[in-house]
């Protein structure tokens, strides 16, 4: 089974649709992260969150919001979808107590993605 | 806000030959990573540095820690066709608990 799982996997929608990307883990981290993927663009980071009632804006959070619902689940919302939107979203998991052999070096566990259109 | 420059954007190579990319940076990281996205997948981690000028190998990869901290190579021997893929570095300051990204590096492998 896979240890970080995003849902859904693809999604076409229009302009101006809600729409929720949800990621959940089993690894027991206690850091989540949502990006996107552009085409030649590599990874942006969105949004952050190091606990429950930790969350912090990344690079490019307008337009975004998230919930941290539990350690295990981290969503991403598109309040009101627009067509600039559309990317390729990766949730990623990290955990602060074993990663790295350096004080807060955190390799990043990334899920499977979500290719998201909105037209 | 930081930037990591990746090199080169894309690379078109034969079966057997060598790989080399990297990654420049304006300002200083205390931590390397490099990763491998494969078509329909996420990123995965192949090598993470921790101190400069560290020198690091994962079978048929190495990598190192720029001296300068500023900098990182990847290096990939002898290429199979199963290196396909895009490769990012990516840099942290201690304790800031996430990462920059580079644009990565697509790598094309001809039999």
């Known amino acids: 089974d896979a240890d970080v799982t995003q849902t859904p996997r693809n999604r076409i929608t229009k302009t101006g649709k809600r729409i929720m990307l949800e990621c959940s883990q089993t690894?027991?981290?206690?850091?989540m992260y949502w990006y996107r993927q552009d085409p030649g663009l590599g990874l942006q980071l969105i949004y952050y969150s190091f606990d429950v009632k930790d969350i912090n804006k990344g690079e490019i959070s307008d337009g975004y919001s998230v919930s941290r619902q539990a350690q295990a689940k981290f969503s991403l919302s598109l309040e009101s979808a627009i067509p600039n939107q559309t990317a390729l979203y990766f949730c990623?998991?990290?955990?602060?107590?074993?990663?790295?052999?350096?004080?807060?070096?955190?390799?990043?566990?990334f899920g499977p993605g979500t290719r998201l259109t909105v037209l | 806000g930081q930037q990591l420059n990746q090199s080169p954007q894309s690379m078109f190579i034969q079966e057997g030959e060598d790989v080399s990319m990297n990654c420049t940076s304006s300002s200083i990281f205390n931590t390397w990573l490099w990763y491998k996205q494969e078509p329909g997948e996420g990123p995965v981690l192949l090598i993470a540095l921790y101190k400069a000028g560290e020198l690091t190998s994962n079978g048929r990869l190495t990598a190192q820690f720029g001296i300068t901290r500023k900098d990182s190579f990847l290096n990939i021997s002898a290429s199979i066709p199963s290196d396909v893929g895009i490769y990012f570095c990516a840099g942290q300051i201690t304790n800031a608990g996430k990462s920059t990204f580079g644009d990565g590096t697509t790598l094309t492998v001809k039999p």
């Open positions: 990623a998991t990290s955990d602060r107590k074993t990663s790295g052999r350096a004080l807060g070096g955190n390799e990043q566990f």
């Open positions: 690894k027991g981290h206690d850091r």
